[in-house]
């Protein structure tokens, strides 16, 4: 039976980016070391994350558009999942539903929309590529050359010792690739965390926004690795319960298969074990030769 969903709660990532104080000074920020733009005016920013809407009640962590032109939709995850092409498609939708009036999207004039940007920041403890792109058109079941539809969602690696130069060039994003690596030190009990906290701020990581916010982090981390841990042990229950479908179904046709030599050469179960015997340790070792 498959467990109930948790809602999903937000991560530091999401709070530094939508709901702290300093949230558009942040989001202007990375956005400029993303596409090497200088702007200045935090106005021009504005946040739509969406609302917990879709996929195990996850929101996307991060979205914003500046001004009209560019709409950007953006996570940070410590694990790839392969579907985030899928999602993105599926949030992009929904964005534009939201900021396009019904009216405006049967004119016959060419309705101009906000340029779609989709970023995924990675810092799994996983070695992966310090950047790398999904795209929708992997999940295809046919293949075409030029798909009718594609999304590309470039994931950057953000661990400090991947040294990619987008640390270099956003300060916020460099001190939350610094807390994250700090907090993993310890483990993840309060005061433990609470310590890793501490650390940051003598460390000039993140250190106002921890001064202000030092409990709230602490539970949002407590939050995270509680979640972490449960789809962890979700994914151990579907694997154990997918091998032992496995073994029940590899017993019922071995159960078959003697019944069927027993049947065709009338002797007993026991003779027809037996006879199976000698070319299935055969097979063992051919598969300890050659596999």
């Known amino acids: 039976m498959a467990k109930e969903n948790r809602e999903h709660k937000d991560s530091v990532f999401t709070d530094l980016f939508t709901y702290d104080e300093t949230a558009r000074k942040n989001v202007l920020e990375l956005y400029n070391a993303l596409f090497d733009t200088d702007y200045t005016d935090e106005e021009m920013i504005r946040l739509v994350s969406l609302e917990k809407v879709l996929f195990m009640n996850f ?41 396009i009036p019904v009216k405006e999207r049967y004119k016959s004039n060419l309705l101009k929309i906000p340029t779609p940007e989709f970023i995924v920041f990675y810092n799994g403890i996983r070695d992966y590529p310090v950047e790398e792109k999904l795209r929708l058109s992997a999940a295809f079941a046919e293949k075409d050359e030029e798909p009718g539809l594609e999304l590309v969602v470039p994931v950057i690696n953000i661990n400090p010792s991947k040294q990619h130069k987008i640390l270099e060039k956003c300060q916020i994003l460099q001190e939350y690739s610094s807390f994250v690596e700090t907090t993993r030190k310890y483990k993840g009990d309060k005061k433990q965390l609470e310590k890793a906290v501490r650390e940051c701020i003598q460390k000039g990581i993140l250190a106002d926004y921890l001064s202000r916010k030092s409990s709230e982090v602490v539970n949002m981390l407590l939050e995270e690795y509680s979640y972490e841990t449960d789809i962890e042990v979700q994914r151990e229950e579907a694997a154990e319960a997918a091998a032992k479908k496995a073994r029940e179904a590899a017993e019922k046709k071995l159960i078959e298969y003697v019944e069927n030599i027993s049947e065709s050469f009338q002797i007993s179960a026991e003779e027809a074990c037996e006879k199976l015997k000698e070319p299935y340790e055969k097979y063992l070792e051919a598969k300890k030769k050659y596999i």
Request: positive net charge; proline residues 2%; without cysteine.
């Open 59 to 99: 929101k996307n962590d991060v979205a914003f558009m500046v001004g009209d032109r560019r709409i950007v939709l953006s996570e940070h995850q410590s694990t790839i999942n392969l579907n985030l092409p899928l999602r993105n498609l599926l949030y992009i939708a929904r964005e534009y539903e939201k900021i």
